[in-house]
């Protein structure tokens, strides 16, 4: 089922739910009239489209809420001369919204299947500048690395310090940190060859990425 009315559809998302969550950049608004989410939502979705809340897409995986995706954007602020790496293609989309802000983006997921989506969608938008690979970033050391700027599209207990290595002097990381109830969005920043800086951003959950750590429970 598509929507009957799509740029009004698009028009509430961004004026219902993606301003009112503090998404004031006038490029971010502007970029997400441009790209069309629809076209990145599965068939059986369409009529989520544009929905405040989470799309399947497969193998246990979702397309993140539209509020959430447009604030990590924002506060990741990529610039037109950076190298970006992603964590978790998913159907593209986020991939897709970087690769317009972006000099390049290697978008990385697990299953090969929504790897394989991913790239089909990014084609279909036209998009040369986002490359899509399938990997484990949990374990996977990239060549291509180190990177201006990684974005985690999905939750971690903890970054690991290897991702944060991947990170060049001066990038920035962006992953929403922690366990429920309680999960916050946070910032990495590179300042030194040994050393990073965080900052919590904001308070938010999401589902977790796949073989990432868990903080370890303990049972008195």
């Not at 502007?30 to 989410?37: F, G, W």
């Not at 068939?43 to 405040?52: K, N, P, R, S, V």
């Amino acid at each position: 089922m598509k929507i009957s009315n799509t740029p009004q559809a698009r028009f509430n998302m961004i004026e219902q739910q993606i301003r009112p969550w503090n998404v004031l950049d006038t490029h971010i608004l502007e970029l997400l009239t441009v790209v069309a989410r629809e076209d990145f939502v599965p068939a059986a979705h369409q009529a989520l489209a544009f929905a405040d809340l989470e799309i399947p897409i497969g193998h246990g995986q979702c397309m993140l809420a539209p509020r959430l995706e447009a604030r990590l954007l924002q506060d990741l602020h990529v610039q037109k001369h950076e190298r970006v790496l992603e964590i978790g293609a998913g159907s593209g989309y986020m991939a897709a919204l970087l690769a317009h802000q972006a000099q390049s983006v290697l978008t990385l997921d697990i299953h090969p299947e929504l790897a394989d989506l991913a790239y089909a969608n990014l084609q279909k938008a036209g998009l040369n500048n986002a490359q899509v690979r399938v990997a484990d970033a949990s374990q996977d050391l990239l060549a291509e690395g180190p990177f201006d700027a990684i974005m985690l599209s999905g939750s971690v207990a903890q970054v690991p310090h290897q991702l944060l290595e991947q990170l060049r002097t001066g990038g920035r990381l962006i992953a929403i940190v922690g366990d429920e109830p309680i999960m916050s969005a946070t910032l990495f920043t590179r300042v030194g060859d040994t050393d990073f800086h965080s900052v919590k951003l904001w308070d938010a959950n999401a589902p977790r990425l796949e073989n990432f750590a868990e903080t370890s429970q303990f049972v008195f």
